[in-house]
């Protein structure tokens, strides 16, 4: 029997989800819901499902599992997690303006920056630390790569840089590379061109494929430009829907990520999930 399931569907710089609050409306199968709900034209169309939930544990306030449009299950999104603290605060189910969220990745802290009338106009996000080494995720050797840099945040990032990013063909590029035997758990590719007013990159997401905006991508952008020396700890990263603001602090090692969060609109849906 079909029941009606209350959504958000919101997005960070144009990275879009559709959000449910599963303390109200429980989902048994988010990889389906995921799937059948992100397809444009026959659903309501996103980059994928995101569950908020209320937390069991001390250590963190609100909970994020985030499953992408083809139903696979993502560990972190800096977006997301944004549009997360514009929704618990402006819908008064706290009144912190610093949150800690349990996601698949760890507890994230999130930073809202609240106008007096109480809308949350952007949010910085702890990222934790950049890991430039994980088997688990990236194998040093095997096939042949193109030349770029491994950054995990949490989820893996491979980040090419190229001299116009225009001239790139992301959607073979990126299903190709997101593929690759030495991702075991497939991978985020970014192409990268640095420009005077920032990082201008494009995104291929494991399980999304092109999509406007990724914010541990961003993160992962920002890491590798600082290695390798192509740009200093802070800079801004260009996507198709928007800029981020990252800034990797030496003082704890830690990333942070700051930017918009924008619900789009609310709805219902009939629901077998």
Not at 107 to 127: C, F, N, R, W, Y
Not at 224 to 246: E, K, P, Q, W
Request: aromatic share 8%; net charge negative.
């Amino acid at each position: 029997m079909n029941r009606k399931i209350h959504f958000m569907k919101m997005h960070g710089v144009g990275n879009d989800y559709i959000f449910v609050d599963t303390s109200l409306y429980p989902i048994d199968d988010p990889q389906s819901a995921a799937i059948a709900w992100s397809k444009p034209h026959m659903g309501i169309g996103s980059d994928g499902l995101v569950l908020i939930g209320r937390s069991t544990v001390p250590e963190a306030d609100f909970t994020m599992r985030i499953f992408n449009a083809d139903g696979s299950e993502g560990l972190m999104c800096g977006n997301a997690s944004r549009c997360i603290g514009k929704y618990v605060y402006e819908h008064g189910l706290t009144d912190k303006t610093t949150i800690r969220l349990l996601t698949a990745s760890g507890v994230k802290t999130l930073e809202l920056h609240v106008t007096p009338d109480g809308i949350v106009q952007s949010v910085t996000v702890d990222m934790l630390a950049p890991v430039l080494e994980d088997k688990a995720l990236f194998q040093p050797q095997g096939q042949a790569l193109p030349d770029g840099v491994f950054v995990s945040m949490g989820n893996p990032h491979y980040v090419i840089f190229v001299d116009d990013i225009d001239a790139v063909d992301i959607a073979t590029r990126g299903a190709i590379l997101e593929r690759h035997q030495r991702f075991p758990e497939r991978c985020n590719i970014e192409f990268v061109e640095v420009t005077d007013g920032g990082l201008r990159m494009r995104v291929w997401e494991r399980g999304s494929g092109i999509t406007m905006a990724c914010g541990t991508g961003a993160c992962a952008t920002a890491v590798a430009a600082a290695v390798t020396g192509r740009s200093g700890r802070r800079t801004r990263v260009i996507m198709d829907g928007g800029t981020l603001d990252i800034d990797w602090r030496e003082a704890d090692g830690h990333v942070y990520l700051t930017g918009p969060a924008t619900l789009v609109y609310e709805g219902d849906i009939l629901s077998l999930f």
